[in-house]
Protein backbone atom coordinates (compact mmCIF):
# COMPACT_ATOMS: atom_id res chain seq x y z
CA UNK A 1 0.00 0.00 0.00
CA UNK A 2 1.18 4.07 -0.17
CA UNK A 3 3.28 4.91 2.55
CA UNK A 4 4.48 8.59 3.53
CA UNK A 5 4.94 10.29 0.62
CA UNK A 6 6.91 13.72 0.92
CA UNK A 7 7.59 16.97 -1.99
CA UNK A 8 10.05 17.84 -3.02
CA UNK A 9 12.39 15.21 -2.66
CA UNK A 10 15.44 17.96 -3.46
CA UNK A 11 15.49 21.92 -2.21
CA UNK A 12 17.97 23.89 -3.03
CA UNK A 13 17.38 27.76 -2.28
CA UNK A 14 19.55 30.68 -1.44
CA UNK A 15 19.65 32.21 2.64
CA UNK A 16 16.48 34.35 3.35
CA UNK A 17 13.64 32.47 0.76
CA UNK A 18 11.16 30.90 2.41
CA UNK A 19 10.45 26.87 1.76
CA UNK A 20 7.54 25.03 2.01
CA UNK A 21 8.14 21.16 2.10
CA UNK A 22 5.07 18.99 1.99
CA UNK A 23 4.10 15.98 3.70
CA UNK A 24 1.21 12.74 2.72
CA UNK A 25 0.45 10.51 5.62
CA UNK A 26 -0.81 6.92 5.10
CA UNK A 27 -4.79 7.38 4.88
CA UNK A 28 -6.16 6.84 8.28
CA UNK A 29 -3.40 7.80 10.27
CA UNK A 30 -4.25 10.63 13.08
CA UNK A 31 -0.49 11.16 13.99
CA UNK A 32 2.03 13.25 11.88
CA UNK A 33 5.40 13.98 12.84
CA UNK A 34 7.99 16.18 11.57
CA UNK A 35 11.51 15.65 12.21
CA UNK A 36 15.12 17.00 10.82
CA UNK A 37 18.55 14.92 10.47
CA UNK A 38 21.36 17.06 10.05
CA UNK A 39 24.34 15.32 8.04
CA UNK A 40 25.46 12.18 10.27
CA UNK A 41 22.67 13.33 13.29
CA UNK A 42 20.08 11.61 14.55
CA UNK A 43 16.83 13.05 14.07
CA UNK A 44 15.54 16.06 16.19
CA UNK A 45 11.60 16.67 16.66
CA UNK A 46 10.23 19.13 15.71
CA UNK A 47 6.31 19.29 15.74
CA UNK A 48 3.81 17.03 16.01
CA UNK A 49 0.18 17.27 14.80
CA UNK A 50 -2.53 14.64 16.42
CA UNK A 51 -6.65 14.97 15.12
CA UNK A 52 -7.87 18.10 15.23
CA UNK A 53 -5.62 18.86 18.33
CA UNK A 54 -3.52 21.58 18.57
CA UNK A 55 -0.23 20.75 17.97
CA UNK A 56 2.66 20.01 19.80
CA UNK A 57 5.69 23.04 18.18
CA UNK A 58 7.91 22.11 21.34
CA UNK A 59 10.37 20.96 18.94
CA UNK A 60 10.52 24.25 16.90
CA UNK A 61 13.71 25.47 16.53
CA UNK A 62 12.66 29.07 15.78
CA UNK A 63 9.37 31.20 14.88
CA UNK A 64 10.87 30.85 11.53
CA UNK A 65 9.30 27.78 11.42
CA UNK A 66 5.79 26.69 11.48
CA UNK A 67 3.46 23.55 10.14
CA UNK A 68 0.09 22.93 9.37
CA UNK A 69 -2.08 20.16 8.69
CA UNK A 70 -4.93 21.12 6.52
CA UNK A 71 -8.52 18.82 6.61
CA UNK A 72 -6.22 15.91 8.91
CA UNK A 73 -4.29 14.93 6.27
CA UNK A 74 -1.76 16.49 4.17
CA UNK A 75 1.19 18.95 5.75
CA UNK A 76 3.59 21.30 5.22
CA UNK A 77 6.43 22.69 6.79
CA UNK A 78 7.18 25.84 6.44
CA UNK A 79 11.01 27.72 6.81
CA UNK A 80 11.07 31.36 6.61
CA UNK A 81 14.28 33.52 5.45
CA UNK A 82 16.15 30.41 5.41
CA UNK A 83 19.51 30.16 6.93
CA UNK A 84 22.49 27.76 6.30
CA UNK A 85 22.18 26.32 9.25
CA UNK A 86 18.84 24.70 8.16
CA UNK A 87 20.20 22.50 5.47
CA UNK A 88 18.81 18.95 6.79
CA UNK A 89 16.97 16.17 5.90
CA UNK A 90 13.18 16.64 6.97
CA UNK A 91 11.36 14.01 7.64
CA UNK A 92 7.88 12.74 8.33
CA UNK A 93 6.36 10.34 9.90
CA UNK A 94 2.53 9.02 10.21
CA UNK A 95 1.02 6.37 12.70
CA UNK A 96 -2.42 4.96 13.01
CA UNK A 97 -2.68 6.96 16.89
CA UNK A 98 -0.55 8.48 19.21
CA UNK A 99 0.98 6.49 21.85
CA UNK A 100 4.18 4.47 22.45
CA UNK A 101 2.07 1.27 21.25
CA UNK A 102 2.20 2.58 17.98
CA UNK A 103 4.94 2.25 15.42
CA UNK A 104 5.69 5.94 13.16
CA UNK A 105 6.22 5.28 8.89
CA UNK A 106 8.54 7.75 7.82
CA UNK A 107 8.45 9.18 3.98
CA UNK A 108 11.81 9.72 2.30
CA UNK A 109 12.28 12.74 3.93
CA UNK A 110 13.14 16.40 1.98
CA UNK A 111 17.28 17.13 1.25
CA UNK A 112 16.54 20.93 1.72
CA UNK A 113 20.05 23.03 0.88
CA UNK A 114 20.21 26.30 1.83
CA UNK A 115 23.24 28.48 -0.17
CA UNK B 1 13.10 8.51 27.74
CA UNK B 2 15.32 5.98 28.57
CA UNK B 3 19.01 6.46 27.08
CA UNK B 4 20.25 3.85 25.10
CA UNK B 5 24.21 2.43 24.00
CA UNK B 6 24.30 -0.13 21.30
CA UNK B 7 28.14 -0.77 19.51
CA UNK B 8 29.11 1.43 16.84
CA UNK B 9 29.54 -1.17 13.82
CA UNK B 10 28.87 -4.73 13.35
CA UNK B 11 30.07 -7.26 10.65
CA UNK B 12 28.04 -10.20 9.54
CA UNK B 13 28.69 -13.01 7.02
CA UNK B 14 25.33 -13.32 4.25
CA UNK B 15 22.97 -15.42 4.80
CA UNK B 16 24.14 -15.92 9.03
CA UNK B 17 22.09 -14.36 11.70
CA UNK B 18 22.92 -10.57 12.50
CA UNK B 19 22.44 -10.11 16.82
CA UNK B 20 22.29 -6.44 17.33
CA UNK B 21 22.36 -6.03 21.26
CA UNK B 22 21.03 -2.49 22.98
CA UNK B 23 21.20 -1.79 26.50
CA UNK B 24 18.47 0.21 28.23
CA UNK B 25 19.53 -0.22 31.91
CA UNK B 26 17.43 2.90 33.00
CA UNK B 27 13.75 1.51 30.95
CA UNK B 28 11.31 2.07 32.57
CA UNK B 29 8.07 -0.03 32.79
CA UNK B 30 5.80 1.82 30.86
CA UNK B 31 8.34 2.72 28.19
CA UNK B 32 8.53 0.31 24.76
CA UNK B 33 11.80 -0.99 23.14
CA UNK B 34 11.50 -0.08 19.17
CA UNK B 35 13.68 -0.90 16.59
CA UNK B 36 14.48 1.06 13.20
CA UNK B 37 16.87 1.17 10.85
CA UNK B 38 17.91 3.74 7.85
CA UNK B 39 19.35 2.72 4.48
CA UNK B 40 21.76 5.13 2.98
CA UNK B 41 20.18 8.08 1.92
CA UNK B 42 15.83 6.71 3.08
CA UNK B 43 14.08 7.51 5.53
CA UNK B 44 13.94 5.14 9.08
CA UNK B 45 12.31 2.16 8.39
CA UNK B 46 10.33 0.55 11.58
CA UNK B 47 11.42 -3.37 12.32
CA UNK B 48 9.92 -4.04 15.50
CA UNK B 49 9.06 -3.11 18.79
CA UNK B 50 8.03 -5.11 22.43
CA UNK B 51 7.37 -4.24 25.69
CA UNK B 52 8.52 -7.56 27.95
CA UNK B 53 7.59 -10.31 25.99
CA UNK B 54 10.02 -11.52 22.67
CA UNK B 55 8.47 -10.33 19.78
CA UNK B 56 8.99 -12.10 16.10
CA UNK B 57 7.65 -10.71 12.55
CA UNK B 58 8.47 -10.90 8.89
CA UNK B 59 11.66 -8.83 9.40
CA UNK B 60 12.92 -10.00 12.43
CA UNK B 61 12.55 -11.05 16.17
CA UNK B 62 13.27 -8.87 19.40
CA UNK B 63 14.16 -10.47 22.63
CA UNK B 64 14.25 -8.82 25.39
CA UNK B 65 15.99 -10.00 28.82
CA UNK B 66 13.59 -10.74 31.88
CA UNK B 67 15.05 -7.26 33.61
CA UNK B 68 14.49 -5.24 30.59
CA UNK B 69 17.68 -3.76 30.97
CA UNK B 70 18.62 -4.90 27.61
CA UNK B 71 17.43 -6.39 24.38
CA UNK B 72 18.70 -8.23 20.92
CA UNK B 73 17.06 -7.37 17.74
CA UNK B 74 17.82 -10.83 15.30
CA UNK B 75 18.08 -10.78 12.00
CA UNK B 76 17.51 -14.79 11.23
CA UNK B 77 19.24 -14.44 7.68
CA UNK B 78 21.31 -11.25 6.75
CA UNK B 79 21.21 -9.91 3.35
CA UNK B 80 23.09 -7.82 1.66
CA UNK B 81 20.11 -5.37 1.98
CA UNK B 82 20.05 -5.35 4.99
CA UNK B 83 23.15 -3.19 5.37
CA UNK B 84 22.20 -0.24 7.37
CA UNK B 85 22.38 1.86 10.33
CA UNK B 86 20.22 0.44 13.29
CA UNK B 87 18.40 2.11 15.86
CA UNK B 88 17.32 1.12 19.14
CA UNK B 89 14.79 3.54 21.00
CA UNK B 90 12.90 3.25 23.90
CA UNK B 91 10.25 5.37 24.22
CA UNK B 92 6.63 6.39 25.92
CA UNK B 93 6.50 10.34 24.77
CA UNK B 94 5.57 11.00 21.65
CA UNK B 95 7.80 13.87 21.18
CA UNK B 96 10.80 12.55 22.02
CA UNK B 97 11.31 9.98 19.20
CA UNK B 98 15.37 10.69 19.48
CA UNK B 99 17.73 8.69 17.49
CA UNK B 100 21.38 7.98 18.81
CA UNK B 101 24.42 7.07 16.73
CA UNK B 102 22.86 3.33 16.39
CA UNK B 103 24.53 0.23 14.90
CA UNK B 104 26.45 0.71 11.43
CA UNK B 105 25.54 -3.35 10.14
CA UNK B 106 27.71 -4.33 6.99
CA UNK B 107 26.63 -7.66 5.56
CA UNK B 108 29.23 -9.48 3.69
CA UNK B 109 29.46 -11.30 0.67
Known amino acids: GAGVSQSPSNKVTEKGKDVELRCDPI?????LYWYRQSLGQGLEFLIY????????KSGLPSDRFSAERTGGSVSTLTIQRTQQEDSAVYLC?????????????FGPGTRLTVT | DAKTTQPTSMDCAEGRAANLPCNHSTISGNEYVYWYRQIHSQGPQYIIHGLKNNETNEMASLIITEDRKSSTLILPHATLRDTAVYYCIVRVAVQNFVFGPGTRLSVLP
Open chain 1, 49 to 56: FQGNSAPD
Open chain 1, 93 to 105: ASSLSPGAFYEQY
Open chain 1, 27 to 31: SGHTA
